[in-house]
């Protein structure tokens, strides 16, 4: 087996033995709030984000959406330049964020 892993912890069970495995940290590290910062600071995202904001604001215009209601609007295919309100739909954060894959982890 190959893991990365940061944390020790003991592992006693079914084994008869002490064996120390270490198991990956769920929090963000520094490296990758770095790293998260650095990406999200190049042009081409704040442009991505920027529409992605715009979309909202129509959203909020056309009395749809309200600030702070825990919905996302959805770019129905997945282009964020593309706001007319026929490709606008509003949704649940965890409808939004993900899509329905096949065995093979790809797009349905």
Do not use: C
């Not at 020790?8 to 769920?26: A, C, F, H, Q, R």
């Not at 590290?29 to 715009?54: G, H, I, M, S, V």
């Not at 964020?80 to 093979?104: D, G, I, M, Y």
Request: proline fraction near 6%; charge should be positive.
């Amino acid at each position: 087996m190959h893991f990365s892993l940061d944390k020790p912890v003991k592992i006693w069970y079914n084994t008869g033995i002490d064996t120390e495995l270490s198991m990956p940290s769920m929090k963000n590290t520094r490296a990758r709030q770095l790293a998260q910062k650095k990406y999200n600071a190049k042009p081409e995202q704040k442009k991505r984000r920027a529409q992605r904001n715009a979309a909202r604001r129509k959203m909020i215009a056309a009395g749809r959406v309200r600030k702070g209601d825990g919905k996302d609007v959805a770019h129905k295919d997945n282009n964020t330049a593309h706001n007319s309100p026929s490709n606008l739909a509003v949704q649940s954060p965890s409808k939004n964020r993900s899509f329905p894959r096949n065995k093979k982890a790809q797009r349905k």
